[in-house]
């Protein structure tokens, strides 16, 4: 595809169940990052995946949030047991390393409405 | 640890000039871009530095100064359209990660 894409745009859900975030990066990108946005503040770094290298998942708030990216490309983050402070816009980026800038590629997000 | 720090908000006129600043702490750089996000929208790159100085494109300069960890984003002849918040962010390439951190955000208001 031409950008970053996410599934869903929006995703309601009750207290103590599990989603699942998708992202779909540029074709040939290596990097991928997720991002977590809550309402007017900043962009907070969850996890970091960089070709087949072990993803820096230092950002990840608890070990309800784990992630995944298949086959260098596709990544899910999930969460279980979602809290209400779960809720915020989920971003995934998405760069090619070698570049000579670190522009990273955002896709449009998960808005994640946990009730 | 690593953090970056820039004002939460900033107000200026249409067709005035504004700059935001940015100032940063980590274990290792690699260089400081800026981003733009409008309302409901995903954040867009605006520029990068990794080099002393400035770059200019277009309406929008940035400027950096690594011995100070110090770096702006100018913004010339301010349209309405600029409205939106402006994130500055750190390839942090210490510890072998390669992450990239960003700043709280610059609200920018543009009265008519």
């Known amino acids: 595809g031409a950008g970053v894409s996410q599934s869903p745009s929006n995703k309601v859900t009750e207290k103590g169940k599990d989603v699942e975030l998708r992202c779909d990066p540029i074709?040939?990108?290596?990097?991928l990052y997720w991002y977590r946005q809550s309402l007017g503040q900043g962009l907070e770094f969850l996890i970091y995946?960089?070709?087949?290298?072990?993803?820096?998942k230092s950002g990840l708030p608890s070990d309800r949030f784990s992630a995944e990216r298949t086959g260098g490309s596709v990544s899910t983050l999930t969460i279980q047991r979602t809290q209400q402070e779960d809720s915020a816009v989920y971003l995934c980026?998405?760069?090619?390393?070698?570049?000579?800038?670190?522009?990273?590629?955002f896709g449009p997000g998960t808005r994640l409405t946990v009730l | 640890g690593q953090s970056l720090e820039q004002p939460s908000e900033v107000t200026a006129v249409e067709g005035a000039i504004v700059q935001i600043n940015c100032t940063y702490q980590?274990?290792?750089?690699?260089?400081l871009s800026w981003y733009q996000q409008h309302d409901g929208g995903a954040p867009t790159f605006l520029s990068y530095?990794?080099?002393?100085g400035l770059e200019e494109t277009g309406r929008f300069s940035s400027f950096l100064s690594r011995s100070d960890s110090y770096g702006y984003l100018l913004l010339q002849e301010l349209q309405m359209k600029d409205s939106a918040s402006y994130f500055c962010?750190?390839?942090?390439?210490?510890?072998?990660?390669?992450?990239?951190?960003f700043g709280k955000g610059t609200r920018l208001h543009i009265l008519p």
């Open positions: 980026a998405s760069r090619h390393l070698g570049q000579d800038t670190d522009t990273q590629y």
């Open positions: 074709s040939g990108h290596t990097a």
């Open positions: 995946f960089q070709g087949n290298s072990a993803p820096d």
């Open positions: 980590t274990s290792g750089f690699y260089g």
């Open positions: 530095n990794a080099l002393d």
């Open positions: 962010a750190v390839r942090d390439n210490g510890n072998r990660d390669d992450k990239i951190i």
